[in-house]
C-alpha cells in the first residue's frame, strides 16, 4: 500500500504565500505522476497542478502563474509553491499520487488526506 502525508496548509492573508508538501511512502515500485487539487466548501474537488515522472507539468488556466508544482523523486515528494494568494484559494488541497506497489500490475491512484488552506482579505 501507499500512504501520503500532506503537510505546510495554514493560515495566511491575502498577497502571502505558503508551500504545501507531501510525501509517499510503502511499498511503492513506481511513482508515476504526482498532482494537486483543491475542493473548496460546497464545490468539487478541481486539478490545481499536475507533475509527471519526467518532470512535465501542467496548471489550471485559472492560476495565472501564481502556483508551481515540483517533485524529488528521491523523496517521493510532491510540493506545491503558492504565492500572490486571495481569498478565493481558501480550500481544502489534497495530493494525488499514481503509482504501482509491491504485488500491483496496474498503476493506481492514492489520495491524501487533505490540507486546509484559508487566505483572509
Known sequence: QVQLVESGGGLVQAGGSLRL?????GS???LSAMAW???ARGKQRDLVA??????STTYADSLQGRFTISRDNAKKTVYLQM????????AAYYCK?????VGAIYLADYWGQGTQVTVSS
Do not use: H, M, W
Open 50 to 55: 499536475r507533475v509527471t515522472s519526467s518532470g
Open 37 to 39: 487539487y483543491r475542493q
Open 97 to 101: 499520487v499514481t503509482a504501482t506497489s
Open 83 to 90: 504565492n500572490s494568494l486571495k481569498p478565493e484559494d481558501t
Open 21 to 25: 508538501s507531501c510525501t509517499a511512502s
Open 28 to 30: 511503492i515500485t513506481y
